[in-house]
């Protein structure tokens, strides 16, 4: 475990980015930069964190990034590693994909889908803040049930696309959930994935004040409700073997979780969903658990 | 600049380079700044580097993980989580009026 | 390829009997691209085949990422262009069009990317047989565009291209077509030059950005605002002044791209008329075939037939489409009486792309040529001589009574055949 003390002071984005107050994705990159340090090539899709890294002549982190086309995030970072091996850095550099729901769920999941079954040594992370938030908040396939975005005016009508299971169909090493509101957690993730060979991937759940309808100063809270909750399960998956991260571990017990109204209403993105929803959203959250606990129960 | 070969072979590809404050003095996107009050702060306090909560979950990285930790308010944005964060409750947000 | 072609191809400097995508396969092995990424397409698959054998042959050492599609096989080229490595791929149609995204972007981002494009119609309704659809689509994304007549001439192009793309005054990705079948599966003598003497031609890159040096920390293709961003610590261009540094380094690369052609003829001793386009029988001619590829080639069985009858006709065969050599036609042309442009595509909505693109280059000419352009040869329908000199009395006939228009004329269409066919025996309408 981890402790505050442990994680390296430098950091790798400079203040005054682009990102709104507040926004999870901020702290998450800033979290997962620290865990893989300065010897990282980062490829970005068209997202909010090409906004966090600026306009042309200037950007805010100290790491090199390629941006590139929404749909190509998997395969630019299949680009750089190539060149990489082509010049046998291969070893020395780690490549970092970094991509929004949308970017990863949606238009992205060829490209990531195709980097992950050529066992491409790299790490991918999908950070999740359940709609194209950039675009101005329309839906994407990592929209949950019951969201109001500009593009599902009568609340989404359909659960979120569970990434992390798809991609741990592709037989990868590594694969791990997180939040910004565990920063400890993420960067034990991230300092472990950097030291696995193949590909690894991060869904990283990222609360976004505008978009979900909350005061900036609670994104870490509202994160932590996800986790309470039982909304949001913190595992990794290591070559197969799944493992309840602590922060979600005593959740397995549905009597610790808090009730899914303390986070669905805590949101304005939520607010006109009826109770029957709500009813199927504790169903939904039941039989994830107990997914994970059937799992759990076989691997032993 | 001229229309000279030489010249425009200078512009490629659109590139950056890094620098502190690309979005400018973020600091004047709010009026309410973080204050710590030092009586209150945990590693002020205890004179040893511990609890940094402010720092962990700062996203802007405008907090220093230093005693007492500093914080860059001509960049912080005024989000609030510092204060949310601070298990002693010893950060208040406050009218500040920016130069 | 035979168990004897087989042996030869351990030794370069050789003459052996190729198909246009082996051709292309010999010339990114002895170019030593470090990162190829491709995807399947008829007919140009046996480009990246051969290239695989190569590689598992421990002929070539390059990193082959077999990609998913062939809009991240030019993802991935983009990459791993920006990250310092000789990059090439291959491709036909569909998969251009789908890669229609990364073109701009490679182009915008001044990458020196090589793509080999066996050509091939598009689709609706499918067809993989050849016609120069795919290749115009492309004319107006910022990439150098070659089109060859022969293996051989794949062969060196490709050599030349990355030379060309690669220059520092240049910049900019090429894409070297061949028409599908008729060269991307024909077979004929390639010579293979000495490995030493292609590393003198064509030296290792050296690009104008590269990831992998991380002591260098940049950000490539961000957000570009149509202003100039001006801090303390310095002035950034806005998009326009980039665009305009993309049209301005096309246009002058010309020259470049002459001077290569002519380095590579002085070294190989070999040479593609002046390495923009090629003149046959033009010296004492008044009446000229303006043609690209396949079509070309078909014409020059054409002239000689039609020389018999005593007309004085020759071709240019169009090498280089883009940039547009619009200042090397129009002098070129100046003199000359009638021009005749075959085109294997259609600029659907106006007319065949060459045709129109050579009215308008010639404009400012005090005089201008007469220019009647037909369709020719679409999805692989045969261009046959005869339809060739049947469009030059057509056109001859049409300039003497004074007819000029730009609507199109189709030569080799078999409407006649068709008397019982009728859609609607298929579907019956509501």
Redesign the interface.
């Known amino acids: 475990m981890v402790n505050v003390m442990d994680l390296p002071e430098e950091e790798f984005i400079y203040p005054g980015t682009r990102a709104c107050a507040g926004c999870g994705m901020a702290l998450i990159y800033r979290i997962a930069l620290k865990a893989l340090g300065a010897k990282t090539l980062i490829t970005v899709p068209a997202s909010c964190l090409t906004v966090l890294h600026g306009m042309q002549g200037f950007c805010s982190t100290k790491i090199s990034v390629y941006h590139t086309p929404f749909a190509t995030t998997g395969a630019s970072a299949s680009g750089i590693l190539a060149s990489l091996e082509d010049k046998g850095l291969e070893d020395e550099i780690t490549v970092l994909a970094f991509a929004g729901d949308g970017g990863t769920t949606d238009i992205g999941i060829q490209a990531l889908s195709g980097a992950a079954e050529r066992e491409t040594n790299f790490i991918y992370a999908c950070y999740d803040n359940e709609a194209y938030m950039n675009t101005g908040v329309q839906r994407s396939g990592s929209t949950p049930l019951g969201v109001k975005t500009t593009t599902t005016p009568e609340g989404k009508l359909v659960h979120k696309k569970n990434m992390p299971k798809i991609l741990e169909a592709h037989g990868i090493p590594y694969v791990a959930t997180g939040i910004a509101s565990y920063p400890l957690d993420l960067y034990e993730k991230f300092k472990k994935a950097r030291d696995i060979h193949g590909s690894k991937y991060f869904h990283i759940l990222s609360p976004c004040p505008p978009g979900w309808g909350y005061e900036p100063k609670d994104t870490i809270l509202i994160g932590r409700l996800a986790v309470q909750t039982g909304f949001w399960i913190l595992y990794e998956v290591e070559n197969g073997i799944l493992k309840l991260s602590r922060a979600s571990s005593r959740y397995l017990d549905p009597s610790k979780r808090k009730p899914i109204e303390d986070y669905l209403m805590a949101q304005k993105r939520f607010s006109q969903m009826t109770q029957q929803e709500i009813e199927v959203y504790k169903t939904y959250i039941n039989d994830m658990w107990a997914d994970i606990n059937r799992r759990i129960q076989n691997q032993d | 600049m001229t229309d000279s070969k030489k010249d425009y072979q200078k512009i490629l590809g659109s590139v950056q380079k890094p620098v502190i404050g690309e979005a400018g003095k973020t600091g004047t996107w709010s009026s309410k700044k973080p204050i710590i009050d030092l009586s209150k702060c945990t590693p002020v306090k205890s004179g040893k580097p511990s609890c940094f909560n402010c720092w962990l979950y700062c996203p802007e990285a405008v907090v220093s993980r230093t005693i007492p930790p500093q914080i860059d308010l001509e960049h912080c944005k005024g989000c609030g989580i510092c204060m949310e964060e601070c298990p002693v409750k010893a950060i208040t947000m406050e009218e500040v009026k920016s130069e | 390829m035979t168990a004897i072609e087989e042996k030869k191809a351990d030794l370069n400097e050789n003459i052996m009997i190729l198909t246009g995508n082996h051709a292309a396969a010999h010339a990114f092995r002895q170019a030593k691209v ?2 190829i ?1 491709a995807y399947p397409i008829t007919p140009q698959s046996p480009v990246v085949e051969k290239i695989a054998e190569f590689i598992a042959e421990g002929k070539l050492k ?2 082959f ?5 062939e ?3 030019l ?11 000789r ?1 090439g791929t291959a491709t036909s149609a569909h998969g251009l069009e789908l890669m229609y ?2 073109l701009p ?1 490679a182009a ?4 020196p990317i090589i793509i080999n494009l066996a050509t091939r119609s598009l689709g609706a309704p499918w067809s993989v047989w050849t016609d120069h659809s795919d290749f115009i689509t492309i004319r107006d994304v910022g990439w150098i565009q070659f089109m060859c007549e022969n293996n051989q001439e794949i062969y060196d192009t490709n050599l030349q291209a990355f030379k060309i793309a690669e220059d ?2 240049v ?1 900019l990705p090429a894409i070297v077509a061949y028409d599908g079948y008729i060269l991307s599966h024909t077979m004929m003598p390639v010579k293979l030059e000495n490995q030493d003497k292609i590393d003198e031609f064509l030296p290792p890159l050296n690009h ?2 590269n ?2 040096d ?1 002591s ?10 149509p202003h100039i ?1 001006k ?1 303390t ?7 326009y ?2 665009r ?2 993309l049209q ?2 096309l246009e ?1 690369s010309i020259d470049i791209i002459k001077e290569v052609h002519d380095e590579f003829a002085r070294k190989f001793g070999r040479s593609y008329g002046n390495g923009i386009y090629k003149k046959i029988q033009t010296e004492d001619a008044d009446t000229i075939i303006f043609a690209m590829g396949s079509v070309s080639s078909q014409a020059r069985v054409a002239i000689k037939k039609l020389r018999e009858e005593g007309l004085k006709i020759g071709i240019v065969s169009l090498k280089l489409f883009r940039p547009y050599p619009f200042k090397e036609l129009r002098e070129f042309f100046k003199d000359k009486e009638n021009i005749i442009v075959f085109d294997r595509d259609i600029g659907y909505g106006y007319e065949g792309v060459l045709s129109y693109e050579l009215k308008a280059a010639l404009y400012s000419l005090k005089e201008r040529p007469n220019i009647k352009g037909f369709i020719v040869g679409l999805g692989g329908r045969d261009v046959k001589t005869e339809h060739i000199i049947t469009g030059v009395h057509k056109a001859l006939d049409e300039f003497k009574q004074g007819i000029f228009t730009n609507e199109t004329d189709f030569l080799g269409l078999r409407l006649d055949e068709l008397s019982d066919y009728d859609e609607s025996t298929y579907f019956k309408r509501g």
């Open positions: 470090g990162v990424s390059a990193r990422v077999k990609v998913e599609s809009h991240s096989a993802a991935v080229c983009c990459a791993a262009s920006a990250t310092g490595s990059v995204e990364m972007w915008g981002n001044r990458l520092p005054r910049y104008h950005i990831l992998s991380i260098q920390v940049k950000g490539i293709d961000p957000v570009t605002t961003v801090r610590e310095g002035t950034a261009p806005g998009y002044e980039y305009y540094a301005k380094s002058s």
